[in-house]
């Protein structure tokens, strides 16, 4: 009997690879997400601390200098917040095209494990058939041998 080979392991293979980097490619991406996500929420804490204590200093009344210190630093937040806002959208736009390029990839390979999966059922029908022949023609030869003793 002959052994079962698949013509197209070795595309299966590479595009089973290639999903597998993609796949990493993803999941940095997602971690740049996540990290940059944590520092829009940080500098957010930071500006909202912030205006708290400018405020509290207002009612106490502060020094000129003081006022614009706050104010400088308010702005600096909100601009590097807008910077991460910024980050996140482009990160966001990346992962979206990440996403497809998995998909696709997933179909692909998907689609050479059915191929081989079809392959392989053809193959073992064949083996079947093969099997069953090698049968009629031992019970054809036994019958003609014990016929002709």
């Known amino acids: 009997m002959k052994k079962f080979q698949f013509h197209l392991g070795k595309l299966l293979s590479y595009k089973d690879q290639n999903l597998e980097n993609e796949m990493m490619i993803l999941g940095g ?14 500098l957010e804490d930071q500006l909202e601390k912030s205006q708290k204590n400018y405020e509290r200093d207002m009612a106490a009344s502060i020094t000129a200098t003081a006022c614009q210190v706050y104010l400088h630093y308010m702005s600096f937040l909100k601009e590097q917040i807008k910077i991460v ?17 998995v998909k696709n990839l997933k179909l692909e390979t998907r689609s050479l494990e059915i191929v081989k999966e079809n392959r392989y059922d053809e193959y073992k029908k064949e083996m079947v058939k093969e099997t ?3 049968m009629e023609e031992f019970i054809t ?9």
């Open 29 to 42: 991406l997602t971690r740049q997400l996540s990290d940059e996500m944590d520092k829009q929420l940080e």
């Open 85 to 101: 806002e910024k980050r996140i959208d482009e990160i966001t736009e990346k992962i979206d095209i990440q996403i497809e390029v």
């Open 132 to 134: 069953e022949k090698a």
């Open 141 to 149: 030869t036994s019958k003609i041998m014990k016929d002709g003793s």
